[in-house]
């Protein structure tokens, strides 16, 4: 048996095969009798937790490989002392080590966990939101093992941990390896917890600002009701989630919109979901059910995006290397040629002195960049320079509506939209700084897109740019959107985060107004790079860091 401490890193294979994984968890049969999962958690289709070890982190192996402890008693005593001595920089791996023990806790000794569970749903969440990589994996892996271990008695704070989840997705847009855990771990919540309480904890989440939130939150919906079948119509919760699903299926994101439709057409086989329709929605919300539900039962559901791939947060936008793009560009010069000729008319009312024509063309170069993203890619550099005033035009109506045609533009462009970076976050980072609360909503879910979409080292030099040009009001307001670049950008490229984000933190230090806000900016450079961040005993950085 294992000692109490559990000091050093878990003894066994640091990866396990997805074969190894598919066989290592066990069935409802092999779970508390008291707490069973719905079903068996090894099926084919979900995507293994243990499949996410990596040879560099020892901590992240499978459950069934952690052995008993000795003392129970004292291990789950020890647990908040590491967490609370993890808190230093030099000693964060002994929050790992309070997960270890609680993952073996788990494994071996559940009656205990079960008796202080809301406690110890607590302890987990709060490092799932941990900054440093290391211990949020490990601390959503562990979320993950207590919705497979101990099953539906997870359905205590299911709000809360499924929300966590979803924030940290948003917190961490840029980390593919975070959202694949992220992923996994809602995986093991739709199997494991009641289903109806899943829907309501999801349902919860539909809403979420973070495109790739509401794309886990889709898709989670539609594994869920895949278990429950058309039998919800008449449940309780029908009504949250029809008006849920009427939101998503008109997403922008093609992949939140595809398992939204895929729910619909679970449901839509009910003899009482047309009536549901009309009894829980209206307006908008009802038109757009029967619209999409009618063109379900005529077409089908049809294939998913990118041959059913995932494309969460853009990882695969993001894949596309510069030597691809240059590759697209003498595509064809008769088609450059054209799209140039087709985009003058557009560009001249762009900047028409009447409101109304420069509503109108928005709405036309949406929908021409939406419908041909590639032929457009060449021109966006040149384009976006014209579109630019758009985002702050005299006009509150032209300002908005841009803001929103914004939203639609940005995922299908994604790394194409690099070159336009320099100048379009700064430009949307002065609305940050406008009186009208629509305008900062839509301004942030803008900027929000950018990161999911575009590449990490231009987002990365815009923002730092945009950081260091703002006026003190647009900084506020822009300081805690750059500091949650700050870890992956660190993790990725930490000369990339020296380069760009430490003189943009050096310039706002010395704001008097942002006093909090730069040093919590500062602090979290600080743990991420070391003291390698100043340049001396009187570098404004080195001040906030040691208050």
């Not at 806790?105 to 941990?130: C, F, G, S, Y």
């Not at 959503?140 to 704070?157: E, F, H, N, P, Q």
């Not at 329709?277 to 077409?299: D, F, I, M, P, W």
Request: with cysteine; proline share 5%; glycine share 4%.
């Amino acid at each position: 048996g294992g000692g109490g401490g559990g000091g050093r890193p878990p003894r066994g294979p640091s990866s396990t095969s997805s074969s190894a994984a598919s066989s290592a968890v066990p069935s409802s049969s092999n779970l508390r009798a008291k707490a069973p999962p719905r079903k068996d958690v090894s099926k084919s289709s979900m995507r293994q937790v243990s499949s996410s070890s990596t040879n560099n982190d020892a901590y992240l192996v499978d459950i069934v490989t952690l052995e008993p402890l000795d003392s129970p008693e004292a291990a789950y005593k020890k647990v908040p002392r590491l967490l609370q001595r993890g808190e230093s920089q030099e000693t964060w791996f002994e929050k790992c080590e309070a997960l270890q023990l609680l993952r073996r806790l788990l494994m071996h000794h559940q009656d205990m966990l079960l008796a202080e569970l809301r406690p110890v749903i607590k302890l987990v969440t709060a490092e799932i939101l941990n900054l440093r990589s290391s211990v949020s994996r490990l601390a959503i892996l562990t979320l993950s093992d207590m919705y497979v271990r101990l099953g539906r008695a997870m359905d205590l704070d299911l709000d809360h941990t499924v929300m966590t989840l979803q924030n940290k997705i948003a917190a961490d847009a840029g980390s593919s390896f975070i959202r694949d855990e992220v992923g996994r771990a809602l995986e093991s919540m739709v199997c494991c917890v009641s289903p109806h309480k899943a829907v309501v904890a999801l349902i919860g989440c539909a809403t979420h600002k973070s495109a790739l939130c509401r794309r886990e939150v889709s898709k989670s919906l539609a594994d869920v009701l895949d278990t429950l079948g058309d039998k919800v119509v008449r449940s309780r919760e029908i009504e949250a989630l029809l008006i849920a699903l009427s939101n998503l299926v008109i997403d922008n994101a093609p992949d939140t919109r595809y398992f939204a439709r895929k729910s619909l057409m679970i449901l839509c086989d009910h003899p009482d979901f047309d009536k549901a329709v009309e009894r829980h929605t209206q307006g908008n919300a009802q038109r757009t059910l029967q619209q999409t539900v009618e063109s379900l039962r005529a077409k089908g559901l049809g294939d998913a995006p990118n041959d059913g791939k995932s494309t969460r947060a853009g990882s695969t936008r993001r894949a596309a290397s510069g030597s691809n793009l240059r590759k697209a560009r003498p595509r064809s010069k008769i088609q450059n040629h054209n799209e140039s000729n087709a985009l003058e008319p557009i560009m001249k009312e762009l900047a028409s002195s009447d409101w109304k024509e420069r509503d109108e063309a928005i709405d036309k170069l949406a929908l021409h960049i939406v419908s041909n993203p590639e032929a457009f890619a060449p021109s966006a550099p040149n384009v976006f320079l014209d579109f630019l005033p758009r985002l702050s035009d005299v006009n509150s109506k032209v300002n908005i509506h841009a803001l929103q045609m914004l939203h639609k533009m940005v995922p299908v462009l994604a790394v194409h939209l690099d070159p336009s970076l320099p100048e379009l976050v700064p430009a949307l980072a002065n609305n940050l700084a406008s009186k009208n609360s629509t305008i900062r909503d839509e301004t942030r879910s803008s900027l929000e897109e950018i990161i999911a979409g575009c590449s990490m080292p231009a987002v990365v030099a815009a923002f730092a740019k945009a950081l260091q040009a703002g006026n003190v009001v647009v900084r506020e307001a822009l300081l805690p959107i750059t500091e949650g670049l700050v870890p992956t950008a660190c993790e990725s490229n930490p000369k990339l985060a020296t380069k760009y984000l430490v003189p943009a933190a050096r310039v706002t230090a010395t704001d008097k107004k942002n006093k909090n806000a730069c040093a919590s900016f500062c602090q979290v450079l600080h743990r991420c790079l070391g003291d390698s961040i100043f340049t001396g005993a009187n570098d404004p950085i080195r001040k906030l860091v040691a208050k």
